[in-house]
């Protein structure tokens, strides 16, 4: 009984911190500009941030990611213009899209992305790269679809795959990169 219980408070820290992770990376994107979901954001860190929570704790945080998503989408980018249904689908796809990506680049055998101490940096970028083209164009086509939003599709696509990459990029690069260094000047 206590094994189950501490198996379900390690779940649920884990989907508050991949939960936290979204959130913080949504709401530093939100101070660098404005996001308008006909056309995206060139720097889209929650991407990198979903990508990130999948990579340290698996499938398991997908309910905290989808939550993270919603919550972002309602209260911190109000993208939906009060289409909640749309918003509440698109945010899954999109919380959805790096486990698509990463299942498809394992079943091709292309990376394993099960052990973190065995991937390798360019694995990872190529997985920023396939997610940010699963996530445009799963949002692409639901958007387009939906009948609610005016979408030209060049600049919808340009923009959403740029701003995945880039913003993708951006937070896996801090998190590896200037992360570490942070905290081994704080240790020294």
Known sequence: MTMHITLIKKHLIENSIA???????????????NFDVTVGSYLY????????AFLLFGRSVLP??????????????????????????????????????????EKFKIASYSSLSGI??????FL????????????????????????????????YIVGDIIGGIVVIWMVLKIVPSIISTVRA
């Open 45 to 52: 860190l929650p991407i990198g941030a979903k990508i990130l």
């Open 19 to 33: 939960f936290m992770m979204v959130y913080v990376a949504a709401l530093m994107m939100t101070y660098q500009s």
């Open 120 to 125: 390798n940096f360019r694995h990872v970028l």
């Open 64 to 105: 905290g990611v989808i939550a993270s998503c919603i919550f972002c989408g309602v209260f911190l980018f109000n993208a939906w213009g009060g289409h909640f249904v749309f918003g509440a689908i698109g945010a899954t796809a999109g919380a959805v899209a790096p486990l698509i990506s990463m299942w498809i680049i």
């Open 128 to 159: 920023v790269l396939f997610t940010s083209v699963i996530h445009s164009l799963s949002r692409f086509v639901l958007y387009a679809k939906s009948g609610v939003f005016d979408i030209n599709p060049v600049d919808f696509l340009q923009h």
